[in-house]
């Protein structure tokens, strides 16, 4: 996909192009995979809250805001990556900037703050993984390590579980108090759901 090519589908900015940056790190969610995501959940995206898990531009997070979600938080660790979501977010309406939190830091650790919002609202959130592939240097042990996150997240704070992953790589049926409900290919990219 071209650098810059990426837009969010539908909702009030339905058609709007994200920037991308140019670090070769952030890796987009392919369109059709996110289109596919949202026709699945669009009567659950008005009022909800996302928590985007390795966010990259924000391309999630941000495509739930444009079609009424409450609320979103995105965590981030590459303080570059960081900046062009922040550009991203900037873009949008005042009311709108206001739904978005980039939280930077290691995902493994920042999204236990994200949790403890959630407790003190009350609140349940869908939760959107999209670890760097297994592929990359550094990241062979990526997909174990989000498996152990997931397991020991509060059922109480969580809707829904996305994974987006190398399609090659079978995430398990069960992770912890979550059961998976569907995997959707897209070539080399998988989308995986889970409940509680």
């Known amino acids: 996909m071209e650098k810059g090519n990426i837009r969010i589908i539908g909702g009030k900015y339905r058609g709007k192009k994200l920037y991308m940056g140019d670090k070769e790190t952030t890796r987009s969610t392919k369109q059709i995979l996110k289109e596919s995501i949202f026709n699945s959940l669009q009567w ?3 009022d909800s809250t996302w928590v985007e898990v390795f966010s990259g531009v924000g391309s999630i997070g941000l495509e739930a805001i444009s079609r009424g979600a409450k609320k979103a938080y995105f965590l981030e660790k590459d303080p570059e990556a960081a900046k ?11 009311e709108d900037k206001e739904k978005c939190e980039i939280i930077l830091g290691d995902s493994f650790d920042t999204i236990w703050d994200v949790i403890e919002k959630l407790k003190r609202d009350k609140n349940k959130a869908i939760f959107y993984f999209d670890p760097p592939f297994a592929i990359r240097e550094g990241y062979e042990d990526i997909y174990e390590k989000v498996q152990n ?3 020991q997240l509060p059922k109480l704070n969580v809707d829904k579980i996305l994974i987006e992953h190398q399609s090659d790589y079978e995430f398990p049926q069960n992770l912890g108090k979550y059961k998976k409900t569907k995997t959707k290919k897209f070539g080399k990219s998988s989308v995986t759901f889970y409940e509680g």
């Open 44 to 46: 659950e995206v008005p």
């Open 84 to 94: 062009v979501l922040k550009r991203n977010i900037d873009s949008l309406k005042e």
């Open 149 to 151: 996150l997931i397991k």
